[in-house]
C-alpha cells in the first residue's frame, strides 16, 4: 500500500513558538493533502486541504494565519503552527491520495503529537 | 447533510469471539464511497477497505468482513475470531462524488478492546 510518512512524531514547543510539520508520501504522487486534528479519544477534524502548487483550502473555523499549509511538491506538504500555545496541542495527521477527487482513497501518516508548553 | 454515525462507542470481547462495528451514513448523493480504518494505539490510521455506493457485494478478507446494506444506509464491519492484536479504535467514513474534494467525514470511532 501507499506510505505516507511525518516528521517529527512527537515535538514539545514553549509558548510562543512556531512548529512544523512535514508530511511526506513516499512511494507515490500525492495530488492533495489533507490535514487533521485529532483530541483524545475523539474524531477526526479536517482542517484543511491543500493541492499541490495552490493555496489550501481550509474548513470552517480553522485561522488560516494560525495554521500555515504549504504543498510545495507532489511528495511534500507541510503545516505550521504560528505562535503555538497550550491549546494548540493534540495529535496532527496528515493524509495523502492520487487525485483531487472523491474516487480516491487516502492513506495516512503516523501522525505528529505536538505539546506546547 | 453527510453523517456517519458509529453508535458503539466502546466494546470489550474476550479473545476468539466474533465483534461487529456498526455504521450507518448519511448522504443525498447517489454516487458516494464508504471507508474503514483502524487506528492502533500508535496512532497512524491504516485503510481496510473502500466500496462505491454500487457494489453491494459484501467483502472477506480472511477474518474481516463488510456487510454493505444500501436498503438501511449501514456499511457493519465484523472481525472473526478476534485477537489481542485487533485492539484499535475503528473509524467508518463517508466520501461523496458531489464534494469532488476527496474530503471524508469520518464517524465517532469505535474503540475495541479484546481481551486475551
Known amino acids: 500500500g501507499a506510505v505516507v510518512s511525518q516528521h517529527p512524531s512527537r515535538v514539545i514547543c514553549k509558548s510562543g513558538t512556531s512548529v512544523k510539520i512535514e508530511c511526506r508520501s513516499l512511494?507515490?504522487?500525492?495530488?492533495?493533502m489533507f490535514w487533521y486534528r485529532q483530541f483524545p479519544k475523539k474524531s477526526l477534524m479536517l482542517m484543511a486541504t491543500s493541492n499541490e502548487g495552490s493555496k489550501a483550502t481550509y474548513e470552517q473555523g480553522v485561522e488560516k494565519d494560525k495554521f500555515l499549509i504549504n504543498h510545495a511538491s507532489l511528495t511534500l506538504s507541510t503545516l505550521t503552527v504560528t505562535s503555538a500555545h497550550p491549546e494548540d496541542s493534540s495529535f496532527y495527521i496528515c493524509s495523502a491520495s492520487w487525485t483531487t477527487t472523491s474516487t480516491d482513497t487516502q492513506y495516512f501518516g503516523p501522525g505528529t503529537r505536538l505539546t506546547v508548553l | 447533510a453527510q453523517k456517519v454515525t458509529q453508535a458503539q462507542t466502546e466494546i470489550s470481547v474476550v479473545e476468539k469471539e466474533d465483534v461487529t462495528l456498526d455504521c450507518v451514513y448519511e448522504?443525498?448523493?447517489?454516487?458516494?464511497?464508504l471507508f474503514w480504518y483502524k487506528q492502533p494505539p500508535s496512532g497512524e490510521l491504516v485503510f481496510l477497505i473502500r466500496?462505491?455506493?454500487?457494489?453491494?457485494q459484501n467483502e472477506i478478507s480472511g477474518r474481516y468482513s463488510w456487510n454493505f446494506q444500501k436498503s438501511t444506509s449501514s456499511f457493519n464491519f465484523t472481525i472473526t475470531a478476534s485477537q489481542v492484536v485487533d485492539s484499535a479504535v475503528y473509524f467508518c467514513a463517508l466520501s461523496t462524488i458531489s464534494s469532488n474534494t476527496g474530503k471524508l467525514i469520518f464517524g465517532q470511532g469505535t474503540t475495541l478492546q479484546v481481551k486475551p
Open positions: 466500496r462505491n455506493s454500487f457494489d453491494e
Open positions: 448522504t443525498r448523493d447517489t454516487t458516494y464511497y
Open positions: 512511494d507515490f504522487q500525492a495530488t492533495t
